[in-house]
C-alpha cells in the first residue's frame, strides 16, 4: 500500500463512520454476492442497472431480490446506468433518460435502497456544443432528477466524473446549484481528473457534509482501473483523514472490476487496517 500510516481512526481519537459495501459485479449471481457480503461483515452491496440487472431486466424479481436483502441483513446502493445520457442535446432523448433514470428510481424504493447514484454528465459532442451550452444540458436533466430522487425519499449521490465540466474541481459550483443533492467522491475519478491526495483531503474536508457516498477505487494513474484500495497507488490515508477531521459518516463502496471474492476481501480488509485505532 501508498502509505506507512494506519490508525487513522486512532490518530483523531475514533472510528469513523464507515458503512462498507462493494459492487455486485456484472456476472456475480445476486444471491450469492449477498450470501457472501453477509458472511463477510458487508454492511450493503451496490447494485448498478445495467446489463444483466438493468431495470427491465430484473423488475420481476424485485420482490425476491427484497427478500434475500432482507434476510441476510444487508443493505442496498443502486447506481442508475451511466450509459443513459441525462445531458443529451436532444430534448425528446434527454426527457427519456430522464424518465429511464426515474423508474430506476423507483425500482430502487421497491428494493429497499436509500441512495441513488448517477452521473451529471452529457455525451454531447463537443465541436457542435459549447461548454455552456453542455453545461446547462447536463442542468436541465439535474432539474428533474434531484427533484424525483427526493419525492421519493432517495438521497440523490450526484458522482464526480473524470472528464466533462463536473469532474472533482468543478463539483462545488454543482452542489451550490442542487442544495438538495449529496455527492458520491469517487477517489480514482478525482485523482485523474487532476486532483492529489491532499487535495481530495481538503475537498472531502470542506464539503463533508454534502458528501453522502464514497466510491473507494485505486489505480495505478494510467485510468480507471477500479483497483481494490491498496492495489494502486492513491494514498487513502490522507483521503481518509480528511474525511475524519470533519467527522464525516456515510457509506462507502469498493468499485472494483473484478468479480473474485478474495481481491474484493482483501481491499475490505486494506480499508479496516487504514480506519483501525491506533
Not at 444487508?74 to 442535446?89: E, I, R
Not at 447514484?117 to 452529457?122: D, G
Request: charged share 25%; proline share 6%; with cysteine.
Amino acid at each position: 500500500m501508498p502509505t506507512n500510516d494506519p490508525g487513522i481512526g486512532g490518530a483523531a481519537g475514533r472510528d469513523p463512520d464507515l458503512d462498507l459495501g462493494f459492487t455486485v459485479g456484472l456476472s456475480m449471481p445476486f444471491e450469492e454476492s449477498v450470501a457472501w457480503a453477509a458472511d463477510e461483515g458487508f454492511d450493503f452491496v451496490e447494485l448498478l442497472l445495467d446489463g444483466p440487472y438493468a431495470r427491465e431486466r430484473i423488475v420481476d424479481r424485485r420482490a425476491s431480490m427484497r427478500t434475500t436483502l432482507d434476510a441476510g441483513g444487508v443493505d442496498l446502493v443502486v447506481h442508475l446506468p451511466f450509459a443513459v445520457d441525462p445531458g443529451s442535446p436532444f430534448a425528446p432523448v434527454r426527457q427519456g433518460a430522464v424518465a429511464e433514470l426515474v423508474a430506476g428510481m423507483d425500482l430502487a424504493v421497491d428494493l429497499g435502497a436509500g441512495t441513488v447514484v448517477f452521473h451529471p454528465s452529457s455525451d454531447a459532442w463537443d465541436l457542435g456544443w459549447t461548454a455552456t451550452e453542455r453545461r446547462e444540458f447536463v442542468h436541465a436533466g439535474l432539474d428533474d432528477l434531484v427533484p424525483a430522487a427526493r419525492e421519493r425519499d432517495l438521497e440523490p449521490c450526484l458522482e464526480n466524473v473524470i472528464s466533462g465540466y463536473y469532474d472533482a474541481t468543478a463539483f462545488p459550483e454543482l452542489l451550490e446549484r442542487y442544495p438538495d443533492a449529496s455527492m458520491t467522491f469517487d477517489t480514482s475519478h478525482a485523482l485523474l481528473a487532476g486532483m492529489d491526495e491532499p487535495g481530495m483531503a481538503s475537498f472531502c474536508r470542506d464539503h463533508a457534509d454534502r458528501i453522502g457516498h464514497l466510491h473507494l477505487v485505486d489505480t495505478r494513474g494510467g485510468g480507471d482501473e477500479h483497483l481494490p484500495v491498496g492495489m494502486g497507488r492513491i494514498d487513502f490515508a490522507a483521503v481518509f483523514a480528511g474525511l475524519t477531521e470533519a467527522g464525516w459518516s456515510g457509506t462507502a463502496t469498493l468499485e472494483v472490476g473484478t468479480e473474485d471474492y478474495d481481491t474484493i476481501a482483501l481491499g475490505k480488509r486494506h480499508v479496516e487496517e487504514l480506519l483501525a485505532p491506533a
